[in-house]
């Protein structure tokens, strides 16, 4: 799962504490708690203390046309941020001259921002005898993540920093993102931006950006302009060229990707608006009064298949795909394919047609898959799908015409059960699991005159109209083990995973608060697990962690909620639901 | 339910206008969309138009000290909101002369803001013939009410009016409100002041304030300095005289009652900070490890309740509840009264004493009662206590000793269980039922390792660690008869309702979002009922009417959380269950 021992060369002091410290069984071997979140997979601090940030301090590091950058930006947070933590650490302040340098090196400076890229650093604080604190990493994207935390570590006023400290630190899973829909609802780039930002200051490396679906279609394609013309929910609710671009170098600036899905061909109702022949059913009711579940149109209201039968239909997804991709610079390329439903393209006179000839849903999907995504992959992309084109109980494909070189798959139904189907089968896999990392669920549903609101009290409340009920605490996201069921080989296809804020009940009022700091538990379980090196779960220790941290994420502008009242803060272990532990 | 029929003079053009429309059966004669919230009870609009809005409209009213000052916001934000309503009235815009003046009369200008005034007004807004409308009210409250309504008739820009209508208004239940709980986490004064003012735009007219709690003291009380100094969160989360009379003076602008809670004797382990003399089990782990349930010392963590049998409580008591009645002049007194936890008074010795000598928990009770209950109705109060004093299952008081003239409880337990066996005790009820007003509920739990997020995938992840899921949605809050299962004699009792925000899970950064627009939903069921003419549940209406809502809310400055996508506005019945409606 990408774990890797850090062989860096490191200073002898280091290395002395680090055999002192071997007597203490564990990897990390000082109960001390760190506030950094996600925790680092290794860290020595034997004598916990704390010396003075010099007012001159910088940060040195190789030219980096992102590096730079982001050094720039952790100076000035360092130097002003000022952050009072909830939870006091005892530290000693110690006498020694204050820290005057933060020396970055970097192994290899070509490294792109890509998947698999090495994001692993050292950083050394020392307590005495040097005013030079090191980082090392491989990349620049590693030396990002190391001034990330070096940031963590720094807080009050006079700024001050945890010293005596060695951190050695690495993801276990390479993927680690979250998924906004901005087609249900639109979400300004500045929200973006911020989404960027607060998925960089939690180690989160993909923002997984679900631009298009049948609500609207914000993005302003070159050669498709009146996709977003006529099918963006206003001239004020679009993504232009110059957006995506801000978007992603801002992504390269925070280390971030940024993965675009133009979900097809369901969920494309919107295209509709510019190009009614290649849809079917646009704009119909989705669920007939009185039909079946089976009969209805779309998973939710907001009908409209691209119809794989209709030639038109590749000149236009070949436009789409070519432009995205020529906007977005990463190595994947999210080409949706869930949740296509029988009923829409059924009302299509060519697909019961070709139905009546003894055809099958199945193969008109095939007939797409087969004429877009070697295109896709044709230009240097590895192609994402949701779990539907091979898990779909109706309308799939075989996994024949699904390259596994090429294609991975998201789940996001049944758990870790159809994670173990879709590495059963050879496929490398991102896990979005709905019972678990769905941040929407548990809002009641959306619908407009849905009875079942309306019954007498004492009636069973069920699910509150959520059709993934109940809401996924920060806990739940936490203790999800996405690997959970899988052999040793299985496992190394586990990529990792995704949150998911699906828009239906949101927009840029509740982004934050839906957000974090439940990614933020995603982003530790995926960073560095969630459990204490016995093994067990560590989430009464997270518990106060998270806190301080989403207090620190506030105060960074990113409207994070509260999981607990302020007086647990002050009492640590008292909101416990066994009696705190005895240090 | 305090519907009165409204017997202003009416001018001649409406008296016809009334009459003409009597052919079409209904109270609402006019099927027209209005887009108002809450809905009023009556209006009139035959020939739905608009017409401008004069860029010198200027509102003329008698001088009255608070409905000047609400005069001239209004003023204000007419000539200056703008909003672009999303889902556009088809109205004609007529050729007559603009809209000069509104005009407001008073029947009553002395009546004060409190529970039971009369807030109903009549407003018209001529077609042609006149560039006058006139508001008409009893009281200043029942103008400010009207001033609402018609900031919500004007839109775009350059501003117009919806023009032909006659609103006749007055709500169903006196007492509409919100309680707000800033000890468990506290809110700066500026949030109080946007939830009174989001409070007022939605026609509910209560801010319950639950002031203080286990968890922190942040009310700083001239008698009593201490309570706040060691029981506060800190210096900079203090509520001062001066925060409080902002708060309060805000209220009279807005017509919005503050009504101030300080629960007692239980959910009081703040007070301990500065009097641990008089508070039993203070700082206590809550419950401990292997004991049942009911061997626990609070609700949640948190511990501490006033020991009624220690004579220095009334001393201190007296002081909070004289400096609070100075500082809150509303005639509503919160005495709190839940939740009293038997293991919390009985560790402490003079209980066990007392309960050795044959004496009851609730005699115990009977006696904080009879001590403290006098001496607020003697400052002129009206007490409010939760349900637990009459219907807890153990420690709770006799009828005899809470007369109903006096008091007033609010029922939260059991749905409209508990406000029966209140009511059929002759007892006028607020109602706050958990199961359909606690806004925070179905967010999960909050407790540090609360061992039920520990499970294997696949378990049933049950309430997901939340007492009262699921969350409730507006649809559920917006169906709930507050007055379900009452005769109608019963029902007379029931003053009205509250949602609740308890702060667990809450704080600054979510306070808009987790109340608005789910405390709208019980804004219109409370004001105008939650049926159409012909008794039916009126949901699908009122879907893209609050939808409509929460934007405008959202221009106003009051982050509510969004209900739907975008585009089931933009596609007016598409999102719902059953086929839209054929006009």
Chains 1, 2 share one sequence.
Request: glycine share 6%; hydrophobic share 40%; proline share 8%.
């Amino acid at each position: 799962m990408g774990y890797t021992i850090l062989s860096f060369p490191l200073p002898l002091s280091v290395v002395s504490l680090f055999i002192f410290c071997f007597s203490i069984p564990g990897i990390s071997a000082v109960r001390y708690p760190i506030n950094v979140w996600p925790k680092p997979t290794t860290f020595l601090w034997t004598h916990p203390q704390a010396i003075l940030l010099s007012p001159n301090f910088t940060i040195s590091n190789p030219y980096h046309r992102y590096l730079t950058t982001a050094a720039n930006r952790y100076l000035r947070q360092v130097l002003t941020e000022h952050h009072q933590p909830l939870f006091k650490p005892p530290l000693n302040l110690t006498s020694a001259p204050p820290l005057q340098f933060l020396i970055i090196t970097i192994t290899d400076l070509t490294s792109p921002l890509t998947h698999g890229v090495d994001e692993s650093y050292a950083l050394t604080i020392p307590s005495s005898g040097s005013t030079n604190a090191t980082l090392s990493a491989h990349t620049a994207w590693g030396a990002m993540r190391g001034l990330e935390t070096f940031s963590q570590l720094v807080y009050s006023k006079p700024a001050i920093v945890a010293s005596g400290l060695y951190i050695s630190d690495v993801p276990l899973f390479m993927h680690r993102g979250i998924v906004l829909d901005t087609s249900r609802n639109y979400y300004p780039v500045e929200d973006l931006l911020r989404l960027v930002k607060a998925v960089s200051m939690n180690k989160l490396n993909v923002f997984h950006w679900h631009i298009t679906d049948s609500h609207s279609f914000p993005l302003v394609l070159p050669s498709e302009p009146e996709l977003a013309e006529k099918g963006a929910y206003g001239e004020e609710m679009k993504y232009t060229a110059d957006d995506v671009n801000r978007v992603v170098e801002f992504g390269m600036e925070y280390g971030v990707r940024i993965v675009p899905e133009i979900d097809m061909p369901a969920h494309t109702g919107s295209w509709a608006e510019a190009h009614p022949e290649i849809v079917t059913c646009a704009n119909m009711f989705w669920w007939p009064a009185e039909a079946k579940w089976a009969d209805r149109f779309a998973s939710e209201p907001g009908t409209g298949q691209l119809n794989p039968l209709s030639p038109k239909i590749y000149e236009v997804v070949k436009n789409v795909v070519k432009d995205v991709a020529t906007m977005f610079p990463d190595s994947f390329y999210h080409a949706g394919g869930d949740e296509i439903i029988p009923n829409c393209w059924k009302v299509d006179p060519s697909v019961q047609t070709f139905l009546s000839m003894n055809g099958t849903l199945s193969q008109i999907l095939e007939m797409f898959v087969n004429s877009t995504l070697p295109y896709i992959t044709s230009l240097n992309r590895t192609v994402v799908y949701w779990e539907d084109v091979l898990l779909d109980p109706i309308i799939k494909v075989s996994p024949s015409i699904l390259p596994p070189e090429n294609v991975i798959l998201q789940t996001w139904n049944k758990g870790p059960n159809n994670t173990k189907r879709v590495v059963a089968s050879g496929y490398r896999v991102i896990v979005s699991s709905s019972d678990f990392y769905y941040l929407d669920c548990g809002h009641g549903g959306f619908l407009g005159n849905d009875s079942q609101y309306d019954q007498p009290p004492g009636t069973d409340p069920g699910n509150g109209g959520s059709w993934c009920e109940p809401f996924k605490t920060w806990q739940t996201i936490y203790n999800y083990d996405i690997t959970y069921g899988l052999s040793e080989t299985e496992s190394k296809l586990v990529l990792g995973g995704e949150v998911a804020l699906w828009s239906e009940q949101a927009d840029s009022t509740v982004m934050d608060s839906r957000i974090w700091p439940r990614a933020s538990a995603m982003g530790e379980a995926l960073w560095s697990g969630n459990r204490d090196e016995t093994g067990k779960k560590r989430y009464a220790e997270a518990t106060n962690r998270l806190n301080e941290w989403r207090y620190r994420m506030v105060s960074r502008g990113i409207g994070a909620e509260p999981i607990q009242p302020l007086w647990c803060m002050k009492n640590p272990g008292m909101c416990n639901t066994v009696q705190p532990f005895v240090s």
